[in-house]
T-cell receptor, first 115, second 116 residues
Framework: EAQVTQNPRYLITVTGKKLTVTCSQNMNHEYMSWYRQDPGLGLRQIYYSMNVEVTDKGDVPEGYKVSRKEKRNFPLILESPSPNQTSLYFC??????????????FGPGTRLTVL | AQKVTQAQTEISVVEKEDVTLDCVYETRDTTYYLFWYKQPPSGELVFLIRRNSFDEQNEISGRYSWNFQKSTSSFNFTITASQVVDSAVYFCALSYFNTNAGKSTFGDGTTLTVKP
């Protein structure tokens, strides 16, 4: 089954404790992205990647890091989480925009609470 | 700057009413894609439709229809004869073809409630 998986699905942590949210896709998609969803603010792109070792900042990259060492994986790293990073996070993958079928496939979301 | 505006934060209708969700976008790019996604109460994000900037044909899929007008930078979504199962948050999104390919901008979403 074609899918994007994220782990963990729920996480409660404390300020300053480094954490990683994993994201993996099995569709051989070149593009991957991380978004955060906050009430009334829609989905805001944190980082995106167009291929292995190619990443770029989205609209809200502060406080986050990413890496793309393999095509299927795109982990989101919070080196020193703060309460304002409490949010619902989505990972997404897609073929390149130039392709005919270029919609994003989203993971199930990770609910993060930073105390 | 790229921007997507969904001016309607919340809409409430009674079942079988028609409802239109508005989406207005801003971009300097001449080539781009527009999308609608649905987020039902269960939380997952589901793709509904895509349009590229060269294709202004309207589209109908069952009870859903989309009206893309480049002249007004709008990509509106109409649900005909709404049903309770249409209750969800709907997002309009803009993706870029050349400059910043890979970057996407979403609107803030419109929460649609369909009452029985």
């Amino acid at each position: 089954e074609a899918q994007v998986t994220q782990n963990p699905r729920y996480l409660i942590t404390v300020t300053g404790k480094k954490l990683t949210v994993t994201c993996s896709q099995n569709m051989n998609h070149e593009y991957m992205s991380w978004y955060r969803q906050d009430p009334g603010l829609g989905l805001r792109q944190i980082y995106y990647s167009m291929n292995v070792e190619v990443t770029d900042k989205g609209d809200v990259p502060e406080g986050y890091k990413v890496s793309r060492k393999e095509k299927r994986n795109f982990p989101l790293i919070l080196e020193s989480p703060s309460p304002n990073q409490t949010s619902l996070y989505f990972c997404a993958s897609s073929p390149p925009v130039r392709m005919e079928y270029n919609e994003q496939f989203f993971g199930p979301g990770t609910r993060l609470t930073v105390l | 700057a790229q921007k997507v505006t969904q001016a309607q934060t919340e809409i409430s209708v009674v079942e079988k009413e028609d409802v239109t969700l508005d989406c207005v976008y801003e971009t300097r790019d001449t080539t781009y894609y527009l999308f609608w996604y649905k987020q039902p109460p269960s939380g997952e994000l589901v793709f509904l439709i895509r349009r590229n900037s060269f294709d202004e044909q309207n589209e109908i899929s069952g009870r859903y229809s989309w009206n893309f007008q480049k002249s007004t930078s709008s990509f509106n979504f109409t649900i005909t004869a709404s049903q309770v199962v249409d209750s969800a948050v709907y997002f309009c999104a803009l993706s870029y073809f050349n400059t910043n390919a890979g970057k996407s901008t979403f609107g803030d979403g419109t929460t649609l409630t369909v009452k029985p």
